[in-house]
């Protein structure tokens, strides 16, 4: 069977992870003129997703918590400074929080004292009982999904790894026989297919 | 368009460039709206693919406390340990009675009280604070008594520094008792952070690591893992995980117990094998060391146990193992609902594979607890 030739197009996936509502926005907004309970309200609906998505980026949810502690302070710090029109509420927080991710990764790595990592993996796929249309809309789970399933299993476990932080560079230099050359190849492929198959629902 | 850009902002994404690339990458992205679009779009996405594919991990009160306290928005609250506030509790009130005593001392002696010395007591510096701290006792005070029936107390000549040794007490006090807290907090937050890093994610597993020994071999012999675990394929594998079992020395030189020195010679060739079992995919691997090959006829069958009892599930039969007795098998448990609390290794007539009992039992793990 001919493969069919997988050409990216560009800002298809550009509506992923909007903020419809504007809730989180005016949260961010209201958080700027220091309002504590728009805190307390972005953190009951972020909270669990972070806390979720950190631990299985660190496998330590002690350290978990402290890196989306640290996230939420830097969104009450920089509230001021946040511009919708540069990226979406969700993506601007989650940026922020891989970031603290990653630093304590390269951390570990550095001192050599802890630099092994329990990878945490789900019991079970995430389903629609834990979308949450708050955090981002029903429509993006359905579509990422959707573009998920349409990958190889090697594809898309390469891409979940990669998405958790399991080939940073810190990370490869740590496993010299990760074959870097297969894993960025894989990546390519399920990037470009992601990209294809969710430039379909956005026609 | 050029797939290469979204490449280069995955690998940025994904953290996969080092420094100096990563460096680049940011420089270029400054002046190339068409680079920060792509990096925008590659973090969207991995936002998106984040959310979609990890379950919700609730916060607990505490945390959104702990947020609250550190960014001020509410005065911090202490949880109280209450065995541990106590002790340290009745160790700041007995430093405070100390320090009075000698205080009073201090005032019986510029009073001229008979039977004391003339001379005055040192402050009570920090050091003989820390002494009566430190060693729970109070020492310096009950030293013998000098030939006359005196105490033995030595230090400058007259009392005239009265306030200032009052002051100085007070002052350690405050120094002492803020130390307290200090310790208090750190003594408090060790257990917090080992509860915190074992405890349960709700809907995420650990992979099962756990070493299978014969029947009848504790869990705590450090002479049989030392010796065992010496050259084991495992022990490389898993590095000082498993090491730590062997104690400090690092299994080159355990001494036996007194009375169990022939052990070592004994155990020294004797099977284990190590099962790594991911629950979340049901993917397993069992590593065996120094398992001798069946007889004709037999075969070593894997069976599996859960916390809720009942039968031992079979698993499946080891292919025949190689020459050297190490080897490693892959298996499955054909379910992800299946969370093992324990393996066991039989040695059965080939395709005839008996529940396991004392008489076919060959490995079993976890280990015995000790004796």
Known sequence: MMETELSPIHSLSSGLCEDPSRMAASLIRRMANDDPTALLELYSIWGPVFLGIATRMLGDPQQAEEVVQDTFVRIWNGSADYNPHHSPPLVWAFT???GYCIERLRSRNRSKKDASRAVLTPLSTASEKFENPRVM???DYRRVRAALNQLA??????????VFLKYTHSEILKHPDTPIGTVKNQLRHALKKMRNQLSRYEL | MNSDLYDSAAWRTFDMLDAEESAIFDEAMRHDPVLQSAYLEMDRLSAAIAVTQTPPVK???????RLQTRLGLIPPQRSHFWPTFSGWAAAAVLAVLLTLHLTGIIDRIDMGIPGLSATSPPPPDSATAHDILSNGTTRNLQQPSTPDGHLPITGTPGGGNKPENKANAKVETKRLNQEIEVLRDHLENVPNHDRALFEVVPGMALPIVMTMTPPGVAAADPAFFAKNDEHSPITTMLGDALTALTGPSGGKSVVPPAGQADRPTSLHKLPTAVPIYDAARDIGTLVVSNLPPAAEGETYNLWVSTATGGQPIYVGS??????????SFDFSLGSTMVLPSGFILTKDPQDTPASPSETNTV?????????
């Not at chain 1, 299993?153 to 990669?162: K, Q, S």
């Not at chain 2, 490995?363 to 004796?371: A, K």
């Open chain 1, 137 to 139: 809309a029903t429509d």
């Open chain 2, 59 to 65: 916060p607990t009160p505490e945390q959104v406390l």
């Open chain 1, 153 to 162: 299993p090697d594809e898309r476990g390469c891409l979940e790894l990669a």
């Open chain 1, 96 to 98: 922020m929080m891989r």
């Open chain 2, 318 to 327: 080891l292919s025949e193992s190689s020459a050297s007795g190490a080897d």
């Open chain 2, 363 to 371: 490995l079993q793990g976890p280990p015995s607890p000790p004796r």
